[in-house]
């Protein structure tokens, strides 16, 4: 495996907020419960809403900056790899993928094809969630009562979660294979030095 292929530094923080923000607000969802009109919430229901709430934003601040960096960056962090929808990008996915069916695991790292398919779906997904969930921060009043429009994009963030929660078992579960595969992906992530 070609480890020279490694995600610039701020690539790394940056994936290390997502991955941060997206699991905590995935594990605490576990427990909340958001506001219903009439309904009466359990301190934890309600403090834990409060608290996913406020990770919530924390988290779309990271997409925010991540979108600015991906649009700015000169390297393979850029939009190019996390969307390689040209010419190049698609054969270097098509090549990834007749290696899978070939039973032999693609590079993985900082390059385009499939792995930065793949992160750019998750991208794409945590953009949605973050986007959203700051919708409803600003739009859904206190007592749980909902608009159409409230109700609208709380439905639509409830909807792209099943997403979130299919990709980050998805996503750990290359993590654990590459890993296994002796391959230096995840620490190359995560080294934040």
């Known amino acids: 495996m070609n480890e020279s292929k490694v995600w610039a530094r701020q690539t790394r923080f940056l ?8 699991t905590f607000q995935l594990l605490i969802s576990l ?6 009109a009439g309904e009466k ?17 924390a988290a779309l601040l990271v997409v925010i900056i991540h979108w600015i960096w991906s649009l700015r960056a000169k390297d393979n962090s850029n939009l ?12 270097s996915m098509m090549k990834d993928l007749r290696e899978i069916k070939s039973l032999k695991l693609p590079e993985g790292g900082g390059r385009g094809g499939l792995p930065g398919f793949v992160h750019g779906l998750g991208f794409l997904s945590a953009t949605g969630m973050a986007l959203t969930g700051g919708i ?14 409230a109700e609208l994009f709380h439905d639509i963030h409830g909807f792209i979660a099943n997403f979130i929660w299919a990709y980050w078992w998805g996503h750990i579960a ?3 294979i590459h890993k296994k595969m002796g391959h230096d992906t995840v620490k190359n992530m995560f080294d934040l030095s």
């Open 15 to 22: 994936h290390f907020g997502l991955a941060a923000t997206v």
């Open 31 to 36: 427990v909340m419960e958001a506001p219903e």
């Open 41 to 57: 919430r359990s301190v934890l229901e309600s403090t834990t809403f409060e608290i996913h709430e406020w990770v919530g934003m």
């Open 80 to 91: 190019r790899f996390l969307f390689p929808w040209g010419k190049e990008g698609f054969s």
């Open 136 to 149: 409803l921060f600003f739009i859904l009043p206190e007592d749980g009562s909902k608009n159409a429009t």
């Open 174 to 176: 290359a993590a654990v």
